[in-house]
């Protein structure tokens, strides 16, 4: 850990403790020089960090102050209660519907699933690309293609190592972003007519997979902010012939929710005692605003049960469509579904990547992204306590770029939805999270997308909104 | 018509009535001035185009001369039997063993599934590409996702136009290479269990497609020049509850056969009123060596019931892997496949072929490629002919870059292909061409990848390798 972390760290436990409250001055930078015995920019690193995580804020030429939370734990939704017994899925519809509205350009995307282009270094890959392309010999677009450029594969590798995780080059499948390797791995896990454990809420992407592949779904009780309950798990497996499992144990999608380490070890060391696959979507782990990045559940995997996918869409390179599955003992079926299925990734893609990888300072662009998203997030909830209806819970995820509400009862999402985007604003409304769409009153909302201005008119309006259906219900 | 074609297309009828033999000089370009009251350019473009296409040839200071036609008509391979009944299919492993071996860079890859990639013009994609992606707005990053990019869409409809065929940007979605579009076609007009209609020999993808989606497989009848033939085929759709068919009517992998027009057109009839969907594969079609592209059969559809699958991937940009689907009647449910399976293309890629679509004299690109292959093919029948055992039949085909060999019964192509393989040449074994392996003397073989300098002593040593096995045989 380096000095400034340590330092934040120290505030946080303090914070945590309550030695400091809200409202309270931190020492300024001399004192904290003097006391700590360190350099003024390991300070000013130090609150900074603090500050893109929302935990203090900064008052001009006053100095710096532990920030109000903004929703005491009390306001977060609650545990979701699972529906119990199977179900066969058919959301599509209704997902198709919600998406088809949100790619309007003149539409403030709340509902977008995609974080704004905006944030990404998308004129830097676009050079490097067009560089690294122009070098490639002819003879190498072929050995780019499937199971995917070798080097970027060992590029990849390379990131695991620095989370404990066991995964090779080798096992290492380029797909065309995440979306393809959660498809392949279910797929090479399951045959039509199996169950599948999922969470409550769930992405619905997965719904829509396991829709494509006649799966039935089977639901494991989810915290909003501690994600799969483990214990549930245990209980569903032994309820149901549970073939594998579709889960996001990092800043899930739509609840934020992310598994603490302990809770990630004790569910994979059940799942390899029973031998049930885990797909793990961890495709915002990288968006974490705390000290370091979470751990994946495949670095607790010793027997290759973990299959997971990932991708570079929401981190660096939106719209390259490079992600990937490192699927343990499954890597070579998921290797031949993507051959007989898309056959490759495209080669520039690859190529940009790699060459930002080697080139571009990766981890400089995710400190900056992580911050800027930090920050959206407090100004985000900041708004929606003050603009949505009383009554409504909201999480505060450590990571990525959604919010979930649940909002008064009397408050339809679907409705929510529709009125919000006569006005051109789009939500998610809860309903397209579960097989049978009952989180009627719930709204994911994105914050990694509007412009800072488009924000508080955005969810000043959608408030308005949501008064206007409680009142036409009475 | 130009006149240069015209001319060319004046001296073809010649050739076939008879008029002109082989070996006959053609009139000097001085003749054919005068005769036909044209300008010399026209004269030699049209005998440039009639020597690309085989038909004549040069000799230094001699002038043009009628070709020699390699293959008589009786040494074509016969129109296959196809086996009765369903047939379950498994040939994944043998199909991957046999093409992991393709890739190697020291192997001449007379098996490989791809032209050659130097025969591409990549630098300028790349740089056409490089400059696109800068001028790109961020917002339009999320434009280009599923379907794909509109202007695409309306390029890839504009071709259509110019054979006649009913396609709107609206229908077109797309994909990964055309290997998705035909994936996703195929999984949306079937379910698990249900009958496909494919060719015999078929191409090994749309094998590997059944495979993976649990289909059943009946074969039709396939002439080696003439393709499907449409009296087995309607005989097969009265004794099998066929739910699609999955065709090449156009140079057909691995045979090269096409389709006559009147044959593609009654087939097209037959399947709308019997209600079949017919998946066109239709990958080479822009590799024609005559005198105007094959019309696909598609354009003789006036009610939806054809899916036309393409690519680019084979005329103009191996390795960025766009494909498309015009999928008619089925367009909306191929988008939604489309959308819950990988979700979109890589922007990059489509920019790229878009940018070489809009300024980079697509035509002439392809005019000149066809002229290779097709001088290229004429080399490779010569050779074949020159150096593997005497009864061996070839196909000659009008365009793409594929022969088909069928060796004496004697020679197994599996055992050649091994042997041929510790020689460091690939070839692919007609064993993986159909559900119950049994095109076990045939070898499809690549003449548009190797080097013209590698065609001779490879053809030479894979005709060695076949006499030993005869030799051994005995």
Known sequence: MKKYERLAQDIETMIAAGTLRAGDRLPSVRESVASRGVSPST??????LLESRGAVEARPRAGYFVAQRITPRGQEPLLTQPTSGLREVAVNDLVLGVLGSVRQRDV????????????FPLDRLARG??????????????????PGNQELRRQIALRYVSTGTLASAEEIVVTSGAMEALNLCLQAVTRPGDVVAIEAPAFYGCLQALERLQLKAVEVATHPRHGVQVEALAAVLQQHDVKACWFMPTFQNPMGASMAQEQKKAMVELLTRQRVPLIEDDVYSELYFGMRRPLPAKSFD??????HCSSFSKSLAPGYRIGWAAAGRFAAQVERLKLSS????????????LHFLQHGAFD??????????????QKAVRLVAKHLPSGTRVTQPEGGYFLWLELPEDVDALQLHRLALSQNISLAPGHIF?????FRHHVRLNYGHPSPEQ??????TIGRLAARIRSADR
Request: aromatic share 6%; charged share 20%; no cysteine.
């Open 108 to 119: 403030i995307p709340l509902g977008s699933a995609f974080p704004n282009p905006a944030l």
């Open 342 to 353: 898309t056959l490759s990734v495209a080669v520039p893609s690859q190529v940009a990547v």
């Open 364 to 377: 400089k662009h995710l400190r900056g992204l992580r911050g800027t998203l930090a920050a959206q997030q």
């Open 302 to 307: 010793r027997e290759g049960w973990v299959l």
């Open 434 to 438: 579960s097989a049978d769409q009952r």
């Open 129 to 146: 690309m067009g560089a690294a392309m122009r070098k490639l010999q002819a003879q190498e677009v072929l050995e780019n293609l499937s």
């Open 43 to 48: 300070v000013f690193e130090a609150y900074y």
């Open 455 to 460: 924000l508080e008119p955005a969810l000043r």
